[in-house]
Protein backbone atom coordinates (compact mmCIF):
# COMPACT_ATOMS: atom_id res chain seq x y z
CA UNK A 1 0.00 0.00 0.00
CA UNK A 2 1.29 3.46 -0.61
CA UNK A 3 0.84 6.57 1.04
CA UNK A 4 1.48 10.56 0.37
CA UNK A 5 4.36 12.05 2.24
CA UNK A 6 5.72 15.33 2.03
CA UNK A 7 9.90 14.30 1.91
CA UNK A 8 12.71 17.28 2.57
CA UNK A 9 14.87 15.36 0.50
CA UNK A 10 17.90 17.94 1.29
CA UNK A 11 18.38 21.29 2.69
CA UNK A 12 15.81 23.39 0.57
CA UNK A 13 14.28 20.66 -1.73
CA UNK A 14 11.27 19.36 -0.95
CA UNK A 15 8.48 17.16 -2.47
CA UNK A 16 5.13 15.55 -2.30
CA UNK A 17 5.28 11.64 -3.34
CA UNK A 18 3.89 8.39 -2.58
CA UNK A 19 6.06 5.80 -0.14
CA UNK A 20 5.01 2.85 0.93
CA UNK A 21 2.84 2.90 4.07
CA UNK A 22 4.46 1.67 7.50
CA UNK A 23 4.10 -1.41 8.86
CA UNK A 24 3.45 -1.57 12.55
CA UNK A 25 6.79 -3.61 14.10
CA UNK A 26 6.40 -5.66 17.57
CA UNK A 27 5.75 -2.74 20.16
CA UNK A 28 4.51 -0.40 17.61
CA UNK A 29 1.29 1.10 16.30
CA UNK A 30 0.44 3.00 13.25
CA UNK A 31 -1.78 6.05 13.06
CA UNK A 32 -3.53 7.23 10.06
CA UNK A 33 -2.61 10.97 10.83
CA UNK A 34 -5.41 13.76 11.00
CA UNK A 35 -3.87 17.00 11.80
CA UNK A 36 -0.10 17.73 11.73
CA UNK A 37 1.37 20.92 13.60
CA UNK A 38 4.06 22.72 11.19
CA UNK A 39 6.56 24.13 14.04
CA UNK A 40 9.63 26.14 13.34
CA UNK A 41 11.44 23.42 13.92
CA UNK A 42 10.45 21.91 10.81
CA UNK A 43 11.38 25.21 9.15
CA UNK A 44 14.74 25.05 10.50
CA UNK A 45 14.87 21.31 9.13
CA UNK A 46 13.29 21.93 5.88
CA UNK A 47 16.72 25.00 5.68
CA UNK A 48 19.37 22.37 6.88
CA UNK A 49 19.70 24.12 10.39
CA UNK A 50 18.68 21.30 12.43
CA UNK A 51 19.78 17.95 13.55
CA UNK A 52 18.25 15.74 10.65
CA UNK A 53 19.46 13.80 8.74
CA UNK A 54 17.89 13.81 5.11
CA UNK A 55 16.16 12.67 3.30
CA UNK A 56 13.45 13.01 5.82
CA UNK A 57 9.46 13.40 6.85
CA UNK A 58 9.05 15.59 9.25
CA UNK A 59 5.82 16.26 11.49
CA UNK A 60 6.39 15.89 14.84
CA UNK A 61 3.19 17.41 16.11
CA UNK A 62 -0.03 15.19 15.19
CA UNK A 63 -3.26 13.26 15.92
CA UNK A 64 -5.13 10.70 14.29
CA UNK A 65 -6.65 6.98 14.70
CA UNK A 66 -4.87 3.75 15.06
CA UNK A 67 -5.05 1.88 11.90
CA UNK A 68 -2.96 -1.18 12.84
CA UNK A 69 -1.68 -2.52 16.11
CA UNK A 70 1.91 -4.03 16.26
CA UNK A 71 2.53 -7.27 18.03
CA UNK A 72 2.87 -7.25 21.84
CA UNK A 73 1.24 -3.95 22.06
CA UNK A 74 -1.75 -3.37 24.83
CA UNK A 75 -3.88 -1.22 25.29
CA UNK A 76 -4.81 0.25 22.11
CA UNK A 77 -6.95 -0.70 19.03
CA UNK A 78 -7.69 -0.15 16.04
CA UNK A 79 -10.00 3.26 15.46
CA UNK A 80 -8.64 4.58 18.94
CA UNK A 81 -7.83 8.68 18.13
CA UNK A 82 -4.46 9.18 19.60
CA UNK A 83 -1.54 11.80 19.64
CA UNK A 84 2.01 11.26 21.09
CA UNK A 85 5.13 12.07 22.13
CA UNK A 86 7.57 12.53 19.41
CA UNK A 87 10.79 11.89 21.52
CA UNK A 88 12.62 8.38 21.87
CA UNK A 89 14.37 7.63 24.33
CA UNK A 90 16.78 4.43 25.77
CA UNK A 91 15.66 4.16 29.06
CA UNK A 92 18.97 2.81 30.09
CA UNK A 93 21.79 5.56 29.61
CA UNK A 94 23.18 8.02 32.46
CA UNK A 95 20.65 11.42 31.09
CA UNK A 96 17.70 8.68 30.74
CA UNK A 97 18.57 7.15 34.69
CA UNK A 98 19.09 10.79 35.67
CA UNK A 99 15.60 12.26 34.81
CA UNK A 100 17.23 14.05 31.45
CA UNK A 101 15.63 11.84 28.57
CA UNK A 102 15.24 14.62 25.96
CA UNK A 103 19.36 14.33 26.19
CA UNK A 104 19.15 10.83 25.88
CA UNK A 105 22.72 9.13 24.34
CA UNK A 106 20.17 7.58 21.58
CA UNK A 107 18.17 9.62 21.12
CA UNK A 108 15.81 9.81 17.96
CA UNK A 109 12.51 11.76 17.38
CA UNK A 110 9.97 10.92 15.01
CA UNK A 111 9.57 13.51 12.17
CA UNK A 112 13.25 14.88 12.93
CA UNK A 113 15.49 11.77 12.57
CA UNK A 114 12.89 8.95 11.93
CA UNK A 115 9.48 9.33 9.70
CA UNK A 116 7.15 12.05 10.23
CA UNK A 117 3.86 12.53 10.23
CA UNK A 118 3.59 14.85 7.28
CA UNK A 119 2.58 11.84 5.88
CA UNK A 120 -0.94 10.27 5.69
CA UNK A 121 0.52 7.24 8.06
CA UNK A 122 3.12 7.42 10.74
CA UNK A 123 5.07 4.80 12.83
CA UNK A 124 4.61 5.34 16.60
CA UNK A 125 6.10 2.73 19.57
CA UNK A 126 3.11 2.49 21.35
CA UNK A 127 4.65 3.79 24.83
CA UNK A 128 4.89 6.97 23.55
CA UNK A 129 1.32 7.38 22.45
CA UNK A 130 -1.49 8.52 24.50
CA UNK A 131 -5.65 7.97 23.88
CA UNK A 132 -7.73 11.46 23.68
CA UNK A 133 -11.55 11.75 25.06
CA UNK A 134 -14.00 13.02 22.41
CA UNK A 135 -13.80 16.42 23.97
CA UNK A 136 -10.74 17.40 22.24
CA UNK A 137 -10.58 17.84 18.52
CA UNK A 138 -7.81 16.68 15.98
CA UNK A 139 -6.22 19.91 15.66
CA UNK A 140 -6.48 20.31 19.57
CA UNK A 141 -4.92 16.92 19.88
CA UNK A 142 -1.58 17.77 17.13
CA UNK A 143 -0.81 20.85 20.06
CA UNK A 144 -0.12 18.56 22.61
CA UNK A 145 3.40 18.35 21.84
CA UNK A 146 4.29 21.79 21.84
CA UNK A 147 1.96 22.38 25.39
CA UNK A 148 4.60 19.49 26.41
CA UNK A 149 7.71 21.88 25.66
CA UNK A 150 6.00 25.23 27.87
CA UNK A 151 5.19 22.65 30.70
CA UNK A 152 8.89 21.50 30.48
CA UNK A 153 10.00 24.71 30.28
CA UNK A 154 7.71 26.29 33.05
CA UNK A 155 9.06 23.11 35.34
CA UNK A 156 12.77 24.42 34.42
CA UNK A 157 11.52 28.05 35.30
CA UNK A 158 9.58 27.13 38.21
CA UNK A 159 7.56 31.15 38.11
CA UNK A 160 7.13 32.36 41.73
CA UNK A 161 4.05 33.77 42.61
CA UNK A 162 3.69 37.34 41.95
CA UNK A 163 7.22 37.43 39.91
CA UNK A 164 6.75 39.82 37.18
CA UNK A 165 7.63 38.77 33.64
CA UNK A 166 8.38 40.24 29.87
CA UNK A 167 7.78 37.58 26.77
CA UNK A 168 9.31 37.91 23.87
CA UNK A 169 6.37 36.58 20.96
CA UNK A 170 3.48 35.95 20.87
CA UNK A 171 3.23 33.99 17.79
CA UNK A 172 1.18 30.18 18.89
CA UNK A 173 4.31 29.39 21.36
CA UNK A 174 3.99 32.68 23.24
CA UNK A 175 0.25 32.54 23.23
CA UNK A 176 0.67 28.92 25.14
CA UNK A 177 3.33 30.81 27.53
CA UNK A 178 0.66 34.05 28.11
CA UNK A 179 -1.86 31.50 29.29
CA UNK A 180 0.62 28.67 31.15
CA UNK A 181 2.20 32.31 32.73
CA UNK A 182 -0.88 33.94 33.69
CA UNK A 183 -2.06 30.32 34.78
CA UNK A 184 1.04 30.28 37.17
CA UNK A 185 0.27 33.29 39.31
CA UNK A 186 2.87 36.06 37.45
CA UNK A 187 1.79 39.78 38.60
CA UNK A 188 2.63 41.66 35.71
CA UNK A 189 2.82 39.82 31.98
CA UNK A 190 4.01 42.00 29.52
CA UNK A 191 4.15 40.58 25.87
CA UNK A 192 6.18 41.84 22.84
CA UNK A 193 5.63 40.80 18.66
CA UNK A 194 5.54 42.46 15.70
CA UNK A 195 1.84 41.80 14.70
CA UNK A 196 -0.80 43.85 16.12
CA UNK A 197 -3.29 41.60 16.22
CA UNK A 198 -0.87 38.82 18.31
CA UNK A 199 -0.64 41.42 20.91
CA UNK A 200 -4.33 41.54 20.82
CA UNK A 201 -5.27 37.87 21.60
CA UNK A 202 -2.52 37.90 24.35
CA UNK A 203 -4.57 41.03 26.32
CA UNK A 204 -7.28 38.54 26.21
CA UNK A 205 -5.98 35.31 27.43
CA UNK A 206 -3.93 36.87 30.05
CA UNK A 207 -1.28 39.62 29.10
CA UNK A 208 -1.63 42.68 31.37
CA UNK A 209 0.32 44.56 28.70
CA UNK A 210 1.35 44.38 25.15
CA UNK A 211 4.21 46.66 23.75
CA UNK A 212 4.30 46.67 19.88
CA UNK A 213 7.98 44.75 18.72
CA UNK A 214 9.15 48.48 17.12
CA UNK A 215 8.55 50.45 20.42
CA UNK A 216 10.52 48.64 22.67
CA UNK A 217 12.95 50.87 23.80
CA UNK A 218 10.62 54.00 24.25
CA UNK A 219 7.70 51.68 25.96
CA UNK A 220 10.27 49.69 28.21
CA UNK A 221 12.80 52.73 29.13
CA UNK A 222 12.08 52.62 32.59
CA UNK A 223 12.15 49.03 33.22
CA UNK A 224 15.75 48.55 32.60
CA UNK A 225 18.32 47.19 35.09
CA UNK A 226 16.99 47.29 38.44
CA UNK A 227 13.83 47.73 37.40
CA UNK A 228 13.49 44.88 35.13
CA UNK A 229 11.52 41.80 35.63
CA UNK A 230 12.01 38.68 37.25
CA UNK A 231 10.95 36.47 34.30
CA UNK A 232 12.09 37.23 30.52
CA UNK A 233 11.11 34.65 28.03
CA UNK A 234 11.93 34.37 24.36
CA UNK A 235 10.32 32.49 22.14
CA UNK A 236 10.83 34.67 19.20
CA UNK A 237 14.65 32.85 18.36
CA UNK A 238 15.65 35.94 16.97
CA UNK A 239 19.49 36.87 18.15
CA UNK A 240 19.27 40.36 17.75
CA UNK A 241 15.88 40.27 19.92
CA UNK A 242 17.98 37.61 22.70
CA UNK A 243 20.78 40.37 22.77
CA UNK A 244 18.36 43.32 23.19
CA UNK A 245 15.92 41.76 25.99
CA UNK A 246 19.02 40.89 28.63
CA UNK A 247 19.04 45.00 29.40
CA UNK A 248 15.24 44.05 30.85
CA UNK A 249 16.39 41.47 33.12
CA UNK A 250 16.18 42.39 36.59
CA UNK A 251 17.85 41.66 40.07
CA UNK A 252 18.10 37.59 40.39
CA UNK A 253 16.21 37.59 37.14
CA UNK A 254 15.38 34.25 34.66
CA UNK A 255 16.09 34.10 31.27
CA UNK A 256 14.48 31.29 29.70
CA UNK A 257 16.00 30.42 26.00
CA UNK A 258 12.70 28.74 24.26
CA UNK A 259 12.75 29.61 20.73
CA UNK A 260 14.99 28.05 18.71
CA UNK A 261 18.02 29.57 16.82
CA UNK A 262 19.85 28.58 14.09
CA UNK A 263 23.18 25.99 15.62
CA UNK A 264 25.18 28.59 14.94
CA UNK A 265 24.10 31.83 16.53
CA UNK A 266 25.40 33.70 19.37
CA UNK A 267 25.17 36.94 21.11
CA UNK A 268 27.01 39.40 23.40
CA UNK A 269 25.84 39.00 26.88
CA UNK A 270 27.78 41.62 29.98
CA UNK A 271 29.14 38.89 32.02
CA UNK A 272 29.14 42.03 34.58
CA UNK A 273 26.01 41.87 34.48
CA UNK A 274 25.65 38.52 34.84
CA UNK A 275 27.50 38.44 37.72
CA UNK A 276 26.28 41.54 39.41
CA UNK A 277 22.49 40.65 38.72
CA UNK A 278 22.88 37.04 39.61
CA UNK A 279 21.20 36.43 36.73
CA UNK A 280 19.95 32.54 35.83
CA UNK A 281 20.23 31.17 32.04
CA UNK A 282 17.41 28.55 31.42
CA UNK A 283 17.52 26.78 28.30
CA UNK A 284 14.57 24.88 27.39
CA UNK A 285 14.59 21.80 25.07
CA UNK A 286 11.58 19.79 23.75
CA UNK A 287 9.94 17.93 26.25
CA UNK A 288 10.67 15.39 28.97
CA UNK A 289 7.78 13.16 29.95
CA UNK A 290 5.52 15.99 29.87
CA UNK A 291 3.24 14.90 27.25
CA UNK A 292 0.94 13.54 29.93
CA UNK A 293 0.98 16.68 31.87
CA UNK A 294 0.11 18.57 28.63
CA UNK A 295 -2.83 16.58 27.89
CA UNK A 296 -4.11 16.61 31.51
CA UNK A 297 -4.22 20.41 31.08
CA UNK A 298 -6.07 20.31 27.32
CA UNK A 299 -8.18 17.33 28.68
CA UNK A 300 -9.35 19.62 31.50
CA UNK A 301 -9.46 23.08 29.41
CA UNK A 302 -7.10 24.54 31.51
CA UNK A 303 -5.32 25.96 28.39
CA UNK A 304 -7.14 26.68 25.09
CA UNK A 305 -5.21 26.18 21.77
CA UNK A 306 -7.86 25.65 18.94
CA UNK A 307 -7.85 29.32 18.11
CA UNK A 308 -3.90 29.06 17.91
CA UNK A 309 -4.61 27.03 14.59
CA UNK A 310 -4.68 29.87 12.12
CA UNK A 311 -4.60 27.61 8.88
CA UNK A 312 -5.26 24.39 7.54
CA UNK A 313 -3.25 23.10 4.20
CA UNK A 314 -2.78 19.92 2.57
CA UNK A 315 0.69 18.42 1.73
CA UNK A 316 0.79 20.38 -1.61
CA UNK A 317 -0.09 23.00 0.39
CA UNK A 318 2.62 22.38 2.94
CA UNK A 319 5.10 22.18 0.50
CA UNK A 320 4.40 25.71 -1.04
CA UNK A 321 4.48 26.96 3.32
CA UNK A 322 8.07 25.50 3.36
CA UNK A 323 8.36 27.28 -0.16
CA UNK A 324 7.88 30.39 1.66
CA UNK A 325 4.08 30.81 1.65
CA UNK A 326 4.09 32.62 5.50
CA UNK A 327 2.00 35.03 6.75
CA UNK A 328 2.77 37.46 9.45
CA UNK A 329 -0.78 36.44 10.54
CA UNK A 330 0.03 32.68 10.64
CA UNK A 331 -0.35 31.10 14.23
CA UNK A 332 -0.06 27.44 14.34
CA UNK A 333 -0.32 26.37 10.24
CA UNK A 334 -1.41 22.10 10.60
CA UNK A 335 -1.73 20.28 7.74
CA UNK A 336 -5.45 18.42 7.64
CA UNK A 337 -6.19 14.80 6.56
CA UNK A 338 -9.72 15.55 7.98
ZN1 LIG B 1 7.36 21.54 17.27
ZN1 LIG C 1 18.93 7.23 27.07
Same mark, same amino acid.
Given at each position: ????????????????????????????I??????A??????? $??????????????????????????????????????V??????????????????????E????????????????V?????????????????????????????????????????????F???????????????????? +???V?L????L?????????????????????????????????????????????????????????????????????????? @???????????????????????? @?E??? +???? $????????????????????????????????
Amino acid at each position: MKMKALVIESPRQAVVRELPVPRAKPGEIVVRVKRAGICGTDI $HIYNGEYLSPYPIVPGHEFSGIVSEVGEGVEGFREGDRVSADPNLSCGRCRFCLSGRANHCERWAAIGVTLPGAMAEYVAVPAELAMRLSDRLSFAEAALVEPVACVVQALRRLKPGTADSALLFGAGAMGQQWVQALAMSGVSE +LVVVDLAEEKLEMAAKWGATRTVPGGRVAEELEDRRGKNGFDIVVDTTGIPRVIEDSFQYLGPCGRYVQFGVTTEEATVALRTFG @LYQMEWTLIGSMALNHTFAPALAW @LEAGR +LSVG $HLVTRELSLEGALEFFRGDRRSSDMKVQISFE
